[in-house]
């Protein structure tokens, strides 16, 4: 059973072009949506953990920037901006954060390519 | 420093071996996870918060936290084993922190 549902799944992104990436929760049994980025060189980082409606966070990482919003209690986006290297997104979702995250899962995953 | 230390890097198998990843943490640990990355990119989870020892098919996962390390077993490995095997550690007020990964590769 998929849990997450992200969109888009590849996109070729133009230099200096924001592109803006979408994902859906299907079980309202593990609220807590996050973001996770896989680099080039495969490691994988957390970026942003958010709970509620209208939650927003900002960061700045080697190769681009974030804006994350948690939209509704079933949609979680991201915008990624002045991307300088490849990378991919990852949605996922839990029952808890932080030390009672519990069992994590995850999306198919947003793979970005500049252009 | 890396704070979820893997090894091997890399593991490549005939099938029908066993195998043995291991995964070390430099702090103290609450609990931790083990997921399969399938070549295609997609993670599975395969333990979670798997204290002592915990079984899964022919996956055996042994973590012993106070120590701060876990092993993962994978005995009669098959083609479809190949990819990559990643620890995490939760952490108290922000995401996991996943290591590097073991890459593996099973030949027939």
């Known amino acids: 059973v998929t849990l997450l549902e992200q969109n888009p799944r590849w996109r070729l992104v133009p230099r200096g072009q924001a592109v803006n990436l979408r994902c859906i929760l299907k079980n309202s049994q593990y609220p807590w949506m996050s973001w996770y980025q896989q680099d080039l060189q495969k490691q994988l980082q957390w970026l942003f953990t958010?709970?509620?409606?209208?939650?927003?966070?900002v960061k700045s990482l080697p190769g681009a920037d974030y804006l994350a919003t948690r939209v509704t209690d079933t949609e979680l986006r991201l915008q990624v901006a002045n991307m300088s290297q490849g990378r991919t997104l990852y949605c996922t979702c839990?029952?808890?954060?932080?030390?009672?995250?519990?069992?994590?899962?995850f999306g198919e995953g947003s793979k970005l390519t500049v252009l | 420093g890396q704070q979820v230390q893997q090894s091997p890097a890399s593991l490549v198998l005939q099938e029908g071996e066993n195998a043995e990843l291991q995964c070390n943490f430099s702090t103290s640990l609450n609990s931790m996870q083990w997921f399969y990355q399938r070549p295609g990119g997609s993670l599975v989870s395969l333990f979670y918060?798997?204290?002592g020892t915990k079984h899964s098919g022919r996956l055996t996962s042994t973590t012993v936290i106070k120590e701060r390390r876990s092993s993962l077993h994978i005995s009669s490995s098959q083609t479809t084993d190949s990819g990559t095997y990643l620890c995490?550690?939760?952490?108290?007020?922000?995401?996991?922190?996943f290591g590097l990964g073991t890459r593996v590769s099973v030949f027939p």
């Open positions: 839990s029952a808890g954060q932080g030390a009672n995250t519990g069992q994590l899962y």
């Open positions: 958010l709970r509620s409606p209208g939650d927003k966070e």
């Open positions: 918060n798997p204290s």
């Open positions: 995490a550690r939760n952490n108290y007020a922000q995401g996991l922190t």
